[in-house]
């Protein structure tokens, strides 16, 4: 009876150390194929060839009127109503009257002091011919001229000293000079566009009282607009003055172009880029729209173009030298959803493929 329980005993270890090297052989046979397989995939390879290469700069801004003028009252009172009221969106053309402030009571007091010259003029004419009389005559051909209506004519030139010492004394010369300076501010009573435009703010209505200093509004030119993109410094060498850029946005069906007309000479010093000027002249361009920028630039150096399963996540790259696996640092220039800019690369190295190993 022992003798058959040993028996059985040991049928039982045999059987279970046939089974365990059964399952044990599976095993080794999977993992051999997972290798297999791995080394299978480490067979797809690329051939380095470094040319120069065409690459898109990306960047984006805010697209602005490069004619924008805000404009403020530098006189006192009532605001009146003009056929064109200065309200957005209204059109003016250069020299039409945008705004215009009653100046009646600064007027009474431009023409008293016009008056006051008039009448030291009259009384200084007697003592002229007496005094002066080669320059007479010209004294009172300013006078006959003069017109209380018009703005001041120039003061007769050509003076001697000793003449011009006599007129200074009848405080001739300080009446002109308050005179034009009040002429001077009488214009300001009426302000005329500066450029063809549109009105983008108003903060006035006719019948309003303004004050002097008060902003009453902005107005732009839609002829040319300009913005300002940041891009990498190391993009720098390939933007030149010039330059045509392309210009989209989500809410237009359409790309419009544009131009690099300025690069700034200073980085900023919390992005570290630089900033480029563009300009555009496109019509379908409103004051404020932001845009991307998409500049088509070539490289002045010769780079290696590989497929983007060929660069691993630390910018290094597994070749094949003298049939052993080798990892390479490289510069990664540009990164794209489909292939990779690198330097670093010599010709017809050869690169192995793999996503995995990323």
Do not use: C
């Not at 797809?44 to 009127?65: D, F, H, P, Y």
């Not at 009532?78 to 309200?87: A, G, H, Q």
């Not at 108003?202 to 200093?213: A, K, Q």
Request: no cysteine.
């Amino acid at each position: 009876m022992k003798k058959l329980k040993y028996l059985i005993i040991i049928i039982a270890i045999l059987g279970g150390a046939i089974l365990l090297n059964s399952i044990f052989t599976k095993q080794n046979k999977a993992d051999l194929r997972k290798e297999n397989k791995k080394e299978i995939k480490k067979l797809n390879t690329v051939l380095v060839k470094n040319e120069i290469q065409s690459t898109e700069i990306s960047t984006s801004g805010r697209m602005n009127a490069f004619n924008k003028v805000e404009i403020f009252a530098e006189v006192s009172g009532v605001l009146e109503n003009n056929s064109i009221k200065f309200k957005e969106g209204n059109r003016f053309k250069k020299g039409d009257i945008m705004i215009s402030i009653n100046p009646d009571v600064f007027y009474n007091n431009l023409l008293a002091m016009k008056s006051s010259l008039l009448n030291q003029l009259t009384l200084l004419l007697p003592d002229l011919k007496i005094d002066f009389p080669e320059d007479f005559h010209k004294w009172e051909a300013y006078l006959e001229n003069f017109d209380l209506q018009k703005p001041l004519n120039k003061l007769p030139d050509q003076l001697s000293k000793k003449e011009t010492f006599y007129i200074s004394s009848r405080n001739i010369f300080k009446l002109y000079y308050d005179i034009k300076s009040m002429e001077a501010t009488y214009n300001k009573y009426t302000i005329e566009a500066p450029f063809n435009g549109y009105v983008t703010q108003s903060n006035i209505n006719p019948g309003t009282l303004v004050r002097n200093g008060q902003k009453l509004g902005e107005f732009i030119s839609t002829a040319l607009f300009e913005m300002e993109a940041p891009i990498k410094l190391s993009e720098l060498n390939l933007v030149s003055i010039g330059q045509s850029v392309n210009l989209s946005t989500y809410d237009m069906n359409k790309v419009l172009k544009g131009k690099i007309v300025r690069i700034n000479k200073a980085i900023d010093p919390q992005s570290q880029s630089v900033k480029i000027i563009i300009h555009s002249t496109d019509k379908n361009i409103l004051d404020g729209m932001f845009f991307n920028v998409s500049i088509k630039a070539h490289s002045n150096v010769k780079l290696a173009k590989l497929p983007i399963g060929a660069v691993r996540n630390d910018d290094t790259v597994l070749i094949n030298e003298d049939n052993n696996e080798k990892v390479v640092q490289v510069k990664v220039i540009e990164k794209t959803p489909t292939y990779v800019l690198v330097s670093g690369l010599k010709d017809n190295t050869e690169v192995f493929i793999n996503a995995a190993t990323n």
